[in-house]
């Protein structure tokens, strides 16, 4: 029998719409129903999703596609997100639920692939690897004090300074946290990266978009007032002292996203409410 994946919100999960949906798709798969894994150690293994599933499908925003990204990482099992909560740029919005289980039926949706960062982290003797979807984000491990970083691409030194973090974004990721810390919006097909400093102290290039097969490097300098954390999609994390060091490229690896019926432009403008009134608009109205 066709196997399906159904990740939802763990506030959701015995919600009214989510078992509905469920016993929509019942007629036609075996559902498993899983609670969304919440935030944990980047150390943490996670259980990946059996590759027999046809779909896994994830109820709630763009954090639970991301904690279902965890789970299909690796088996080319295609993630449907679909929206039950405020628009996001994962997720499919939520038209009927008992449309979009005809479509699943029917296998009558789009598979649009996304590609991932990889991340190396050296601490002392060991090595963790790391990766994400929407971005790589260096932070304070405390709020009282800035880090001191040190940046490099392509084995060229490029900057020393202190922020209070710094993102490291793919086209997907842009719209996210490199966005809300100044970075600009980068097209899904676009095939670069974005390093965005969060609050710089001292000046340097912001943002950088660089060719997705750059290497960028960031060490935390040892006479770093401050401790720093990796979280990577907002939900791995790993703490690191100063002097530790940081290699983050394009990973051949990638997820499958199924939906998205919408252009991305059209989402972009939803999402921000677009048009904007430019100041032209604005210098009309006073006049």
């Known amino acids: 029998m066709r196997q399906i994946t159904v990740i939802s919100r763990s506030a959701l999960l015995n919600s009214r719409a989510v078992l509905r949906f469920c016993s929509l798709l019942s007629k036609g798969f075996k559902v498993n129903l899983e609670a969304a894994v919440p935030h944990h150690s980047l150390i943490d293994p996670v259980r990946p999703i059996n590759p027999k599933t046809e779909l896994a499908v994830s109820l709630g925003g763009d954090g639970t596609v991301l904690a279902a990204c965890e789970r299909v990482k690796g088996t080319g099992?295609?993630?449907?997100?679909?929206?039950?909560?405020?628009l996001g740029f994962l997720t499919q919005p939520t038209t009927s639920l008992s449309k979009i289980a005809d479509e699943i039926f029917d296998g009558n949706y789009p598979i649009s692939r996304h590609f991932l960062l990889e991340a190396s982290i050296a601490l002392g003797r060991q090595t963790f690897k790391g990766w994400a979807i929407n971005e790589m984000a260096i932070e304070r491990a405390s709020n009282s004090r800035m880090i001191s970083m040190s940046l490099g691409?392509?084995?060229?030194?490029?900057?020393?300074?202190?922020a209070n973090g710094l993102?490291?974004?793919?086209?997907?990721?842009?719209?996210?946290?490199?966005?809300?810390?100044?970075?600009?919006?980068?097209?899904p097909g676009v095939k670069a990266l974005e390093i965005v400093p969060v609050d710089g102290a001292v000046l340097m290039p912001c943002p950088l978009i660089v060719d997705k097969d750059s290497q960028i490097e960031v060490r935390t300098l040892p006479s770093s007032p401050a401790p720093a954390c990796l979280v990577f999609d907002g939900r791995r994390y790993l703490d690191v002292k100063g002097g530790s060091q940081v290699l983050v490229r394009h990973s051949f690896q990638s997820i499958l996203m199924a939906g998205g019926y919408s252009s991305f432009a059209m989402r972009l403008a939803s999402k921000f409410r677009l048009p904007a009134l430019g100041w032209k608009e604005g210098e009309a109205e006073k006049g």
């Open 153 to 162: 691409i392509d084995g060229v030194e490029m900057a020393d300074f202190e």
């Open 167 to 187: 993102v490291i974004a793919t086209p997907t990721g842009s719209t996210a946290y490199a966005l809300s810390a100044g970075g600009g919006v980068i097209w």
């Open 77 to 86: 099992v295609p993630l449907f997100g679909i929206n039950m909560g405020h």
